[in-house]
């Protein structure tokens, strides 16, 4: 069962590198930071659901962490 958690973390947690990795791309250096946020720009499209699996991603990976810590 642990070996399994493992693998499951593993798995989501290179997903949600790469999900983020993918919210960045094309968004310049200062404003991925904080800088540029003179506007306000609303989720459209692939980018609202790129955004919405990260999150999900993000979820399922700190409850698979939970369960390891709880099973260890």
């Known amino acids: 069962m642990k ?5 499951v973390q593993i ?5 949600l ?4 990795l993918m ?3 094309g968004v310049g250096l200062g404003r991925s930071w904080g800088g540029g946020g003179e506007f306000y720009k ?3 499209g692939v980018e609202k659901i790129i955004f919405q699996l ?11 962490s939970v ?6």
């Not at 990260?54 to 698979?64: E, H, K, M, P, Y």
């Open 23 to 25: 919210q960045a791309k």
């Open 3 to 7: 070996i399994l958690l493992v693998l």
């Open 11 to 15: 798995a989501f947690s290179i997903l």
């Open 67 to 72: 369960l390891s810590l709880i099973l260890t």
């Open 17 to 20: 590198i790469s999900l983020i």
């Open 42 to 44: 609303s989720r459209r």
């Open 54 to 64: 990260t999150v999900i991603t993000a979820i399922v990976f700190l409850v698979s």
